[in-house]
């Protein structure tokens, strides 16, 4: 393990990535099976702060399609507490493509955006906060697929969900209203992760979304 009980009474919190072959030491196929693990682990992540010791863990499943092109058509998250010898599963989160082939209107992968996933106490109360985010692809890849940002404070997720599109009716988002209960400090750094996701041209979000998010405003689309 990256932390031991020594680091962790220096308050020294933080997060690593496991290699692979860490997290096939640590994640045998027998603690797969306890924890319910089924999909392709694609990333695992340590982390500890004042409540304890975790592992995040991002599973991704494929599928080809007719042109033998490889895609996601699920994903599943797990956060998972070390105890001592044992791993106790904290909370998980799963989702899956939209399937409407018939209308021509359908999602062709799902996958978790790590490069803006984030393991920081953002709001230094000695507990971390996990946002995690993950987008869809359609016809149009990331340009009508799906993203969702979601938040665990202490425990309980936030999600903000929103819909990109090609042309602006079709674009929307929709923000818990338990999202609006976080610490200042907290949604300000999902805005800044918003930022990072528009600059990265993975999304267009309504006109004016900054304010209205300051506003606690919980669906707002181009109208």
Do not use: C
């Not at 392709?40 to 599973?59: A, M, N, Q």
Request: glycine share 6%.
């Amino acid at each position: 393990m990256f932390f031991t009980n020594a680091s962790a009474q220096k308050n020294d919190y933080g997060s690593k990535i496991l290699s692979g072959s860490q997290v096939k030491d640590i994640f045998t196929d027998q603690i797969r099976k306890k924890l319910r693990i089924e999909y392709s682990i694609f990333r695992v992540y340590h982390y500890f702060d004042k409540s304890g010791e975790y592992y995040l863990v991002l599973t991704e499943r494929e599928y080809k399609k007719d042109d033998g092109k490889v895609f996601n058509d699920s994903i599943k998250g797990f956060n998972i507490k070390i105890q001592g010898d044992t791993f106790v599963k904290i909370w998980n989160l799963n989702d899956f493509i939209i399937k409407q082939k018939e209308t021509e209107n359908y999602e062709s992968s799902i996958w978790f955006w790590t490069k803006i996933l984030s393991l920081k106490d953002i709001d230094e109360d000695g507990l971390i906060e996990p946002i995690i985010i993950y987008g869809t692809s359609g016809l149009n890849g990331t340009d009508d697929g799906r993203i969702k940002i979601l938040i665990y404070y202490k425990g309980e997720k936030r999600a903000i969900r929103h819909q990109n599109g090609i042309l602006d009716f079709e674009r929307n988002t929709q923000v818990d209203k338990q999202y609006y209960n976080l610490p200042f400090e907290i949604q300000q750094y999902v805005l800044f992760q918003m930022e990072s996701i528009v600059k990265k041209n993975l999304a267009i979000f309504p006109r004016g979304y900054k304010e209205k998010m300051k506003s606690k405003i919980i669906f707002f689309d181009e109208k």
